[in-house]
């Protein structure tokens, strides 16, 4: 039976993606402990993302890039975490600075991911096994071995919208989009080069849905712009009043409520694609350097079309290659095979937009691997 815990905290101060591949863990952990707190340590900038979960009791957040960058304000932030007096600090963030409020959390016990030195004051420290099985399962590990968790209940990526932030884009998506439209979602941008498919690619399936009469989003943050506009520049279909942009103008909540609007979402392995997950929407995505195993949408009616290249996945985030060969992971998966499924899942779900049927344990998405099957898979 697991331990009786009455005061939880969860850390994880990662990005998007990673956050919300920890909303299953707070499921779990509220499932085995129902009567405890729980709390999740996150990103002030990300706070859209899990700030009503409806599974823990508070939101606590650090201001990582702004008045918890330096070391005073770092030290008083973990007095008021050792102030809360946690039975169980579970540490989901390998980085020095997690793994040093976990350490000096002052908690009964802390385990879970840790850099050197700072797993000195862990009780039990685990391994990210993030490169051989999803990151989440890889969670799922702490919690069984660390902090003697009996039953996992995995409802799959969670994102509760925050109030008002679905009414914006309910105004945003009445405003852009005739009534009846269908909208495919795009997102082009991606933390590193090597995960983000071409330009002229993503181009041209945006033509392809424009001619057949869908509406085109583009997603993605600011530092997302430059590389739209650089794909609008190669649309034949750009001037087309079904084409809009919405890149870098929009909060995390607001992101989630417009993809919950679309019809699904073509993106590359990024943060916005694990949001989409968590909207239950069709996924289509393209891996390069990524690890299939450890990132792969999390939901059994995606698709991932894997690269044929034997040098992934590299984790490279800048393309070692020359010339023709520069980036020959995304180059080498074609426009007509990701089409392929694209027009597959609309097919399939375009009738049920918003309201695809509930899928509980079903998560092992659908991997086309063109090494493996070739342009025929």
């Known amino acids: 039976m ?3 815990y009455r005061n939880i905290l969860v850390i994880n101060l990662m990005h998007i993606g990673d956050l919300m591949l920890v909303t299953p863990v707070l499921r779990t952990l509220r499932t085995n402990y129902p009567s405890a707190r729980l709390t999740l340590l996150a990103d002030k900038k990300l706070r859209d993302l899990v700030e009503f979960n409806p599974h823990i009791d508070e939101c606590l957040l650090i201001d990582k890039k702004g008045k918890d ?15 809360k007096k946690f039975d169980l600090v579970i540490n989901l963030h390998r980085n020095e ?3 040093a409020i976990a350490a000096f959390s002052g908690a009964k016990r802390i385990v879970g991911y840790a850099k050197p030195g700072f797993s000195l004051f862990f009780d039990e420290v685990l391994p990210n096994k993030k490169a051989v099985m999803h990151q989440i399962h890889s969670h799922f590990e702490v919690l069984t071995k660390a902090c003697g968790v009996t039953r996992i209940d995995d409802g799959g990526l969670e994102m509760e ?6 009414d914006e884009a309910a105004r945003l998506w009445h405003e852009n989009f005739p009534e009846g439209q269908k909208v495919v979602a795009f997102n082009i941008g991606a933390s590193w080069p090597t995960k983000r ?25 600011p530092m997302d712009e430059e590389m739209v506009r650089d794909c609008l520049a190669k649309m034949k279909q750009k001037d087309s009043k079904a084409v809009r942009v919405f890149t870098g103008k929009l909060s995390l909540g607001v992101l989630a409520g417009m993809l919950r609007r ?9 943060g916005p694609m694990h949001v989409g997950v968590a909207m239950n929407m069709p996924v289509v995505t393209m891996f390069g350097s990524s690890p ?20 992934h996945p590299c984790g490279i985030h800048i393309c070692p290659k020359q010339g023709s060969d520069n980036m020959a992971c995304m180059k080498k998966i074609p426009v007509d095979v990701v ?5 597959e899942l609309l097919d399939e779900y375009g009738d049920s937009i918003g309201a695809w049927p509930p899928h509980y344990g079903e998560y092992a998405c659908r991997v086309i691997d063109l090494a493996e099957k070739g342009r025929g898979a």
């Open 97 to 99: 600075r997690a793994s």
């Open 161 to 166: 919208i925050p109030p008002g932030m679905d």
């Open 69 to 83: 960058d330096h070391l005073g304000s770092f030290f008083r932030f973990i007095l008021g975490v050792r102030k």
């Open 292 to 311: 299939v195993p450890g990132f792969y949408p999390y939901d059994a009616k995606d698709v991932l079309v894997k690269t044929p290249e034997p040098c």
């Open 2 to 4: 697991a331990a009786d």
């Open 197 to 221: 498919w071409l330009d002229e690619y993503f181009a041209e399936c945006a033509d392809i849905l424009v001619e057949r009469g869908y509406g085109v989003a583009f997603f993605g943050g």
């Open 262 to 270: 679309s019809a699904l979402f073509l993106t590359t392995d990024s």
């Open 339 to 343: 089409m392929r499924y694209v027009d």
